[in-house]
């Protein structure tokens, strides 16, 4: 008897829960919105607009269970415009957009999307806020189980200025950020489990620096993918994760400002699959870098290509610093490769060394030549980050140009006799001779002379002539010391004009 008790019991529960899911098919409306039962919760299939006003979000839960789906078509599609809805929230219980017609497509006024946190979402169809030309932000972080975005979705969004993608993503399709002619920036999450970027994705759109080096899964870059084409060629920075193994035809092509890119493959050039030789064009002098000891060819369609050590190469990712003096305002630097400065940054070499007298000239431009010692000058003082790679139009190694010696990416103690070494001293705007035994640390600049002197004084010049010119009579310049012209010839008491003495410039009247 017990045993048929609880027979009957298990048959009546079942009766009870098919009861309860069969009265969630019928339709349900909460006077703004009507919903379907899907099997699991409601999808959102018709909004009244003139009730939802032009900011509206959608209910996480109606009838008591959650709203799971959001219906194509439901704020926009392809035939007809939308002019009416500027800002969308979005629950985080929405796990897919169902249908075939985009969900947001041809919202004309729409301003904001916004994920719930925890946002379930997993996947964005095709075209789904494809012409939103009002959206200017997209941020995807909260979407956590978003895995993939299809092809044309946000394609003709000209007002978007920037993306950022979560960590789960693994796909973007083919077209789907093209013809996004204002987009900028594109940035991916740290775990990035991104493996493919389909074809023409980001064609037509004005982004400026490109780092994968968070998608350490990525295999494939679809052909054509960040091809600007007759947009702004702003792209001025590559990082390729060592993870890539295909690059498609022409998918870095016409970016002609590209003047640096990171390889961070351990795989032979010739051994890349799918590797078509016109993946970047337009090089103005650009460098590659690449891993120490790999295959690769010398130059990569303009592009020199620069093998340096592992270490050397995550350096290069990361930047590299100097600091400049809180006193003098100068730093000495030097590095293996080339390096850029910040805009408010002046580099200067030695160009001529007379009696105490050190002449440095202004090196037009904001790039440091591999292996060149330099004088930095900067109003910025303490820490300053520095870039790697860059355009130069010309070497100045290559000529007996440049007195200062750069020590590198190693440290200088192998002094010969006969010959006086010296450093920029700490706070003044001199150099000092470096006493013997003591090293002169890795990228710094020194002289090499063969005479001692207490001090070298330095005297800055620019191209336009030199500047922090001081009437005369001047204060603390001995009027017997000797004297040098602009031309760093020597010059007797009785000159008159700009004149040169112990590095400070005065005007002899």
């Known amino acids: 008897m017990k045993q048929l008790h609880l027979k009957l019991l298990a048959l009546c529960i079942a009766a009870s829960t098919s009861i309860s899911v069969q009265a969630q098919t019928t339709a349900y409306n909460d006077g703004t919105a009507s919903y379907s039962w899907n099997g699991s919760g409601y999808t959102i299939t018709t909004v009244d607009l003139n009730k939802a006003g032009a900011s509206y979000t959608i209910p996480d839960s109606v009838n ?51 994920f719930a946190e925890g946002s379930q979402l997993q996947s964005i169809p095709n075209e789904a806020f494809n012409s939103c030309n009002k959206l200017k932000h997209l941020d995807l972080t909260n979407c956590e189980k978003l895995t993939w975005i299809g092809g044309w979705v946000f394609d003709s969004n000209h007002a978007l200025v920037d993306v950022h993608f979560p960590s789960s993503l693994k796909s973007i399709g083919d077209g789907s950020f093209g013809w996004c002619v204002g987009l900028r920036t594109v940035e991916f999450e740290i775990g990035s489990q991104m493996e493919t970027i389909g074809k023409d994705c980001f064609h037509h759109t004005s982004i400026r620096t490109v780092n994968l080096e968070a998608c350490t899964h990525l295999t494939t870059i679809g052909s054509n993918a960040f091809n600007p084409y007759t947009q702004p060629k702003n792209l001025t920075e590559l990082v390729l994760p060592a993870s890539v193994t295909t690059i498609g035809s022409n998918a870095f092509a016409n970016q002609n400002k590209l003047e640096k890119i990171v390889f961070q493959t351990t795989t032979q050039y010739n051994k890349l699959t799918g590797l078509n030789a016109n993946w970047l064009n337009t090089s103005t002098g650009g460098k590659l870098y690449v891993q120490q000891g790999l295959d690769f060819p010398s130059e990569i369609n303009g592009y020199k290509v620069v093998q340096v050590s592992a270490d050397k190469l995550q350096e290069i990712l990361a930047g590299t610093e100097v600091i400049i003096d809180a006193t003098s305002h100068l730093a000495s630097y030097s590095n293996s490769v080339d390096v850029k400065v910040p805009d408010d940054m002046s580099i200067y070499y030695a160009k001529a060394v007379n009696g105490n007298n050190v002449t440095l000239q202004k090196l037009e431009g904001n790039i440091i030549p591999a292996g060149l010692g330099v004088i930095l000058s900067s109003e910025t003082v303490g820490e300053n980050l520095l870039s790697y790679g860059g355009n130069i139009d010309f070497d100045l190694t290559r000529t007996n140009a440049n007195l200062l010696i750069g020590t590198g990416d190693e440290s200088f103690a192998n002094y010969e006799a006969g010959s006086t070494y010296y450093a920029l001293a700490d706070g003044e705007r001199a150099l000092e001779p470096v006493s013997l035994g003591n090293t002169i640390p890795a990228h710094k600049a020194y002289l090499k002379l063969n005479f001692s002197a207490d001090k070298l004084f330095l005297v800055f010049y620019n191209t336009s002539g030199i500047r922090d010119i001081t009437s005369s009579p001047h204060e603390g310049v001995s009027t017997n010391a000797p004297a040098y012209n602009l031309a760093g010839q020597r010059v007797g008491q009785n000159y008159r004009g700009i004149i040169i003495v112990n590095g400070k410039k005065i005007l002899r009247k």
């Open 64 to 114: 008591g269970y959650p709203v799971t789906a959001i219906q194509g078509g439901l704020f926009g599609n392809g035939t007809k415009s939308n002019n009416t809805i500027k800002s969308v929230h979005i629950p985080a219980t929405v796990k897919q957009f169902v249908g075939t017609i985009g969900g947001f497509k041809n919202c004309k006024a729409l301003e904001e999307v916004t």
